[in-house]
């Protein structure tokens, strides 16, 4: 089997002859690597860009030329993935606007202000503080809407040619092909920010209610000419929501229902009907009180499962059989500690998760900065000898 | 006006704010309080601070999320703009003094914000230092503000070592004996609060607010 059909026979629940690992990587933790060991020659340029197809709210830092995914025999979310655009446009113009010894505050291109500490290798794993957010009210909403508009040409590529990228999909095998975009909560909690969001939620309705019902409208309309002309070819819709920290769901599941839930169905009606069934939700934290109104919204997978906050594969598989596919779930904390620590956390939920079916390991998280280069190798060494069934 | 009619009041305060049904309507009950002569303090105490003990018990019971908590929070920073023409002094009854702040290295501030809002309309007086505080300032404003308890937060694991420099320094400048020391964030669990050596290692902001005022009424 390629690694492509490994990983669609997991995530459709079958079992391939080797089962698909899959990590994602801080472009800090493997620019630490450099320094502990990897192949300088690897080294390549390091550049602030946009997330990747403008689906982010930061600039991140993005390490050019070296695929960690091949170098370790990992895959990764980043294979090969539909290239539309679903930022702002026009950007905001990205600028310093202020600068001192130990910070940088700049407005980003999706229009936040954010200060962040300077320096290559925290820059991004620390994560900004954000002062000022786009969206503040009705007002600011109106002017920022006119930027999502799903008929800006620059959504897709220049060179977008629908039986190029058919056939770019259909022979596509190092990994599974993807469509990534954010979520109602995400996106509504990046344009306000999470607290003023929150609050939002009670103190204005109308204006979430809107905002909701248009980014439904946008995403869909903007992904549309991908998803129609792509269909089954895209394996896994790569949905970010973050929506939760160590206690729960930042937005109650009363909510959820109320104002996310009737878009995430119809948004996944829209993807079934095109083929496309194997709809991953990206959320830190404690999923579980909302788990039961994803599978009602269609969701079909999870990731990363932090174990920190309480996330439990195997938990998750008994209760809700093959509903949904996992992904993550090894503690990256006992991971990086390496030896028996890091084999008592692969070895308590692999064997019998790889077993199960529907479950493709790896970290609970990005690969963090504590993480060394001596542990990761000790850790895929470990865990390659796992995979074959 | 009746004891019975005045703690009928105050109950229905502290229902509105645990039901959160809405800011209009907890500042109408608040204005129908003051106008009926109610001290503001008896407001506080027992309409206020109890409806958002049972904000805080439902968080912790799993019926409430932090969409609630920031309301309730909203609508408490609005209650206490009412009241404050009204306050001839400080009439919160000040618990003790909490320094806060997110240690070096890390930006991340919500949790700590949320910590920090809470502990305010429970009695204490907060000292927020913000985010990617050094050891440095969080002794010095140890000794400054005569701190009781020192909350710090952090949510990368790869910043959790700052914790116990900041410990290692209030040591050796002599008021780690005098300062409770409460932990908190998404990196932060109950054996590394043990490992470390800090009085506390709390799950969430409400247990962390929980810790402390039973650390200040043991004092």
């Known amino acids: 089997m390629t690694p492509r059909e490994r990983i669609k026979a997991v995530l459709h629940h079958r079992k391939p002859d080797v089962l698909p690992w899959l990590e994602s990587f801080y472009e800090e933790t493997v620019l630490n690597w450099f320094k502990q060991g990897l192949p300088p020659e690897k080294i390549i340029v390091i550049e602030w860009e946009m997330g990747r197809g403008g689906t982010n709210l930061y600039n991140w830092p993005a390490v050019k030329g070296f695929d960690a995914y091949s170098y370790f025999g990992c895959h990764g979310f980043y294979g090969c993935v539909v290239p539309v655009d679903i930022g702002p446009l026009p950007r905001f113009k990205q600028m310093v606007l202020e600068e001192d010894e130990r910070y940088l505050t700049v407005r980003t291109e999706t229009g936040a202000i954010a200060k962040r500490i300077k320096g290559e290798e925290r820059t991004w794993y620390s994560m900004p503080m954000f002062t000022e957010f786009p969206v503040k009210d009705r007002k600011t909403w109106e002017e920022y809407k006119k930027r999502l508009n799903p008929e800006d040409p620059r959504r897709y590529p220049k060179d977008w040619n629908r039986d190029d990228y058919i056939d770019a999909f259909e022979n596509y095998q190092r990994g599974p092909t993807m469509l990534r975009f954010n979520g109602f909560y995400g996106f509504g909690a990046e344009l306000m920010g999470i607290a003023p969001f929150n609050i939002a939620l009670y103190k204005d309705p109308e204006l979430i209610h809107d905002m909701a019902s248009h980014w439904e409208y946008y995403i869909k309309e903007t992904i549309r000419d991908a998803v129609e002309t792509l269909k089954e070819r895209i394996d896994m819709i790569f949905w970010w929501e973050d929506m939760a920290e160590k206690h729960g769901p930042l937005m109650s599941p009363r909510l959820y229902r109320e104002y996310c839930l009737p878009h995430y169905k119809n948004l996944t009606g829209f993807l079934r009907r095109n083929n496309i069934d194997r709809i991953m939700v990206d959320s830190d934290g404690n999923i579980k009180p909302i788990l039961d109104l994803f599978l009602e919204a269609g969701i079909t997978g999870l990731w990363p499962l932090e174990v920190n906050c309480g996330m439990d594969a195997i938990e998750i598989r008994k209760k809700y059989g093959d509903k949904f596919f996992l992904i993550g779930n090894l503690d990256k904390r006992e991971l990086a500690k390496g030896g028996e620590a890091m084999r008592r956390e692969v070895d308590s939920k692999v064997p019998v998760l790889k077993d199960e079916g529907g479950y493709v390991p790896g970290a609970d998280h990005l690969i963090p900065l504590e993480f060394t280069l001596e542990r990761f190798i000790e850790y895929s060494t470990y865990m390659k000898k796992l995979l074959p069934y | ?219």
Not at chain 2, 64 to 79: C, K
Not at chain 2, 185 to 193: D, I, L, S
């Open chain 2, 1 to 219: 006006m009746s004891d019975a009619a005045i703690s009928g009041i105050l109950q229905e305060i502290s229902r509105s704010i645990s039901d959160l049904q809405g800011i209009p309507q907890v500042k109408k009950l608040v204005d129908k309080a003051l106008k009926q002569k109610i001290a503001v303090e008896e407001i506080v105490e027992k309409g206020l601070k109890r409806g958002l003990d049972e904000v805080g018990s439902r968080y912790e019971k799993g019926e409430y999320f932090l969409s609630e908590l920031l309301y309730a929070g909203e609508i408490m920073t609005s209650l206490f703009d009412v009241l404050k023409p009204h306050m001839k002094q400080d009439v919160i009854d000040r618990k003790g003094t909490i320094l806060l702040g997110t240690v070096k290295g890390d930006m991340h501030n919500i949790g700590k914000n949320i910590f920090g809002m809470m502990a305010q309309f429970s009695g204490f007086r907060v000292c927020d230092l913000g985010v990617d505080v050094d050891s440095k300032t969080f002794v010095e404003e140890a000794k400054r503000t005569g701190a009781d308890i020192l909350g710090m937060s952090t949510l990368l694991t790869s910043t959790l070592p700052e914790v116990k420099v900041v410990l290692d320094r209030l040591k050796e400048a002599g008021v780690r004996g005098s300062i409770k020391v409460i932990i908190g964030g998404n990196a932060v669990t109950k054996q590394f609060g043990e490992e470390v050596g800090v009085d506390a290692a709390a799950l969430d902001a409400v247990e962390g607010l929980e810790i402390c005022k039973r650390w200040m009424a043991e004092k």
